[in-house]
């Protein structure tokens, strides 16, 4: 394998008929360095192997987008950091191109979640928590919790147990502020067989089905 650390250069990223080419441009062309936000998609500058980048580098878009961190092969590979204009930011592992493995998103609004990654999704294990007081922390897939999970809401509310697309599903508690819960089964997001308990413990109503019977005739 060759030595990249010499290998430090400037290269401009243009689509061509649809596909995106890197291209170097030599000083000669002058204006294009100095207008490459206009007349580009972007300019990286770091270690080149290729024609490509490869190794350390950064590269900005012309909307002021930036990545910097390790490239392979032209792709964003390995660990790094993704910034927009807006302060959204990734901090963690990338595989050609996409979020991949472990990382941190914070979102302009100040959600974050901190935990695995799959093809720019939060796939596997995570935290995501909210400046409002809400946080999960479990499993998730394709963005959405999915499988066992705990929810806390700003109300002092909780739920533990089963989700499946974003929703209560399967078997969970759900605890209000006040003492009073619901264990049983949920089906999006509802109750559909299990019991409610006061703060005692002593049942209140059940549901069967989804429907809520009454506990004495």
Not at 60 to 82: L, M, P, R, W
Not at 106 to 133: A, I, R
Not at 178 to 207: A, E, L, M, P, R
Request: glycine fraction near 18%.
């Amino acid at each position: 394998m060759s030595d990249m650390s010499n290998n430090q250069g400037v290269l401009f990223l243009r689509d061509e008929n649809g596909e995106s080419k890197w291209f170097k441009i030599g000083f000669e062309k002058i204006w294009v360095h100095l207008f490459w936000k206009v007349i580009t998609d972007g300019k990286y500058v770091g270690q080149i192997e290729n024609g490509e980048p490869n190794g350390q580098g950064i590269f900005t878009f012309s909307d002021g987008e930036q990545y910097v961190g390790e490239y392979k092969n032209g792709e964003s590979h390995g660990q790094g950091t993704y910034t927009h204009p807006d302060g959204q930011k990734y901090v963690g592992e990338f595989k050609d191109g996409e979020y991949n493995g472990q990382g941190t998103l914070t979102l302009l609004d100040g959600d974050k979640y901190v935990g695995k990654f799959k093809d720019g999704e939060y796939n596997g294990q995570g935290t995501y928590t909210s400046p409002s007081g809400k946080t999960v922390v479990g499993e998730f897939k394709d963005g959405v919790p999915n499988g066992q999970g705990t929810f806390t809401f700003p109300d002092g509310s909780k739920y533990v147990g089963e989700n499946k697309n974003g929703w209560k599903n399967g078997q969970g508690t759900y605890t209000l502020s006040n003492g009073t819960k619901y264990v049983g089964q949920f089906s999006d997001g509802k109750k559909w067989n299990g019991t409610d308990y006061d703060k005692n413990g002593n049942i209140t109503g059940k549901f069967v089905s989804g429907k809520q019977t009454k506990l004495f005739d």
